[in-house]
């Protein structure tokens, strides 16, 4: 729900910046009209003059998007005393020249452009004003390298533009920051995860986002940087990253090897492009909108492919290069001649279709980094299952002699930690297996197991060590609390297992040793002592029953 909220409340603020308050009625300005400007033309002097002054152009449907200098002119009639604000629309026009004239034959001029300061954030407008009321003409030269689309030029209340520009400017800002954000966080998923694809990703965020700074005058306006013949390189930048970023994503090269090689094709056609629009700057913006438009064709067609061929990954990635046909379309019908005017600004509604289709790879890309992530897990839990698993002792289901030898390594043998170590071996197993059999010797394991669980408790971890060897660590036992429990232990033992049944012990402490060698020597000493008087006592026992 709330990421239905955000997608609504973006949408609803993009579509108040891109939104033209209507004409107000005190203002009525006639369609706008284009013509050729040629470096020696001479400006009429008069209002009156202007009419056969424009009769002696050539007008034109449209600019070139090769660049040129234009005339673009306006009629205006003004009925009440107000404050307006002329602007030229176009991300990047070098120099604009305004002329108002007046009937009363005065004239304002008022320089703005790329090339110039900016009065109103990321926009060519300027404030001017009307001496009196009545009939004006609007007469502005636009003059550039280049043409991305269509200049539109408006007039307007100064109070309804100035809150356009003002929210146009929150909206460009908004959006540039969220696509750097989502860059970085890609950026640093892709170092952490070892993953190229969310490397890739972050690329290609940054590329667009710095993209759409150039586009919107942010570089020229906050960093005074003003170089036009490298403003179009990082749009070149874009399909260099997508691709390698889809490549490896929709595993096309296994899904679609044509495509795959056709992908590579153009990474090396955009490299080429690079130098191409630094060189013949005149012809940079034709040359890159083919370069997008072909982008956008083949990263649609591989996604197609791979999802045709079982990818499931590829869902998204449809949706969120259809949202790309919106910028794709409005870049072609700059280069149609014809004149046109759309409801949404054609810059902001490329932001549009930038911001959600990098939601939606973003979602994409989530999708997959939780994948991964539950599979990281998956495997991390298997592996410790196998890891716990191979430490245990199947027969009794204590922790065996690898456990063993872990804990051992880890024992400190200073004054401030004491650890008590028991050994215990049974007595007669190999007489009872060779005897009974195996499954006899093996009950008899289980039941010294228990025993030993049952008196030691969680005070005492517990090991089987060898066939029939046992060890016991404590942290909070002394030798002789260790030995009463084990004593006891034995006799449970005798009492439920066979005649022969029983078990030696012997203890030792770090207190008393230096090293885990030592320790261990003395425990098992101890161990072999008790099971000698064990033996000389059953052997006494023997005599005299015999005597």
């Not at 280049?146 to 909206?171: C, I, M, N």
Request: charged letters at 15%.
């Amino acid at each position: 729900m709330s990421a239905f909220r955000f997608f609504i409340s973006l949408a609803l603020t993009l579509y108040l910046a891109c939104y033209k308050p209507a004409i107000a009625a005190d203002l009525n300005a006639s369609s706008q009209q284009i013509y050729l400007a040629e470096d020696q033309q001479v400006l009429p002097h008069r209002y009156s003059d202007i009419p056969s002054w424009l009769n002696k152009l050539s007008q034109v449907d449209r600019v070139k998007l090769s660049g040129g200098s234009y005339w673009l002119v306006k009629k205006i009639n003004i009925s009440q005393p107000n404050q307006w604000i002329a602007s030229v629309d176009g991300p990047i026009i070098e120099n604009i020249d305004y002329y108002l004239y007046s009937e009363g034959n005065q004239m304002r001029h008022l320089s703005s452009g790329y090339l110039h300061p900016y009065e109103y954030l990321f926009s060519y407008a300027r404030h001017i004003d009307t001496p009196s009321l009545g009939g004006y003409w609007l007469i502005t030269r636009i003059s550039s390298q280049y043409y991305t689309e269509q200049p539109q030029l408006s007039f307007g209340h100064k109070s309804d533009l100035s809150q356009l520009y003002h929210w146009r400017a929150s909206v460009i800002t908004l959006c540039l920051g969220g696509l750097l954000i989502l860059a970085i966080y890609n950026g640093a998923v892709g170092l952490v995860q070892q993953d190229r694809v969310f490397a890739y990703f972050s690329g290609y965020l940054f590329s667009i986002t710095l993209a759409l700074a150039l586009v919107f005058h942010v570089a020229a306006h906050l960093l005074q940087l003003r170089i036009t013949q490298l403003h179009l390189l990082p749009v070149l930048l874009i399909p260099i990253f997508s691709v390698l970023f889809y490549c490896r994503f929709l595993s096309l090269q296994q899904y679609a090897p044509k495509l795959w090689l056709a992908s590579r094709y153009l990474i090396a056609l955009c490299l080429l492009s690079i130098p191409v629009a630094v060189i013949w700057v005149n012809w940079a913006v034709i040359l890159v909108y083919c370069v997008i438009l072909l982008w956008v064709v083949l990263a649609l067609s591989s996604a197609l492919q791979c999802w045709r061929q079982g990818s499931k990954q590829a869902q998204l990635f449809i949706l969120s290069t259809l949202l790309l046909l919106i910028p794709a379309l409005l870049l072609a019908m700059a280069v149609v001649p014809k004149n046109t005017t759309t409801l949404l600004a054609a810059d902001l509604s490329i932001l549009l279709s930038c911001i959600f289709s990098t939601l939606f790879m973003s979602l994409a890309l989530h999708y997959k980094f939780k994948r991964l992530t539950l599979e990281s897990l998956l495997v991390a839990k298997q592996l410790s299952e196998e890891r716990d698993a191979a430490r245990l002792d199947a027969l009794t289901g204590l922790k065996n002699r690898y456990a063993f030898n872990e804990y051992v390594s880890n024992i400190e043998f200073d004054e401030e930690h004491h650890t008590s170590l028991a050994l215990v071996d049974i007595d007669y197993l190999k007489s009872i297996n060779d005897h009974a059999g195996h499954q006899e010797g093996d009950k008899l394991i289980k039941l010294v197991a228990e025993a030993l669980n049952m008196v030691l408790s969680d005070q005492v971890k517990l090991y089987r060590i060898g066939g029939d060897e046992f060890a016991a660590f404590s942290d909070t036992l002394s030798c002789s609390e260790i030995d009463e429990k084990l004593a006891i232990a034995d006799k449970i033992i005798q009492l439920n297992g066979t005649a022969q049944s029983g078990i030696s012990f012997g203890s030792a402490s770090t207190d008393d040793c230096q090293d885990a060698e030592q320790l261990f020597y003395r425990a098992d000493m101890t161990m072999y002592q008790q099971k000698a008087q064990r033996k000389r006592k059953s052997k006494l026992v023997a005599l005299n029953q015999q005597s």
